[in-house]
């Protein structure tokens, strides 16, 4: 397994994870409605209803690309904080121990 599925795999942050893919899930279906909605104007022909079809084809490719870069950035940031969790687990149990300062 590479690192970083290792890293998702043992997140410190599954709740975080979770809501995004909720609101991932969310931002598809949107797309898909403003997709609809285009062919619905589409098939109602006439130039208003194609110029407002392509618009909405346009606003849904939009939405979707919105959505898929909201998703990697807010997982990039989880990444980044169980990493750095990860090497500060790493740093703390090789350190020396403490000297005596009873003196």
Known sequence: MDFVAELRQRS???YLRGVVNFFVV?????AGLVAVLGVLMAMKGGGNGLTAAVMLWIGAA???ALVRLGRELFLMLADIADGVLYMAKGQSESLPPRANTDW
């Open 12 to 14: 410190h942050y599954p």
């Open 26 to 30: 969310i931002g598809y279906i949107a």
């Open 62 to 64: 939009v939405v979707l």
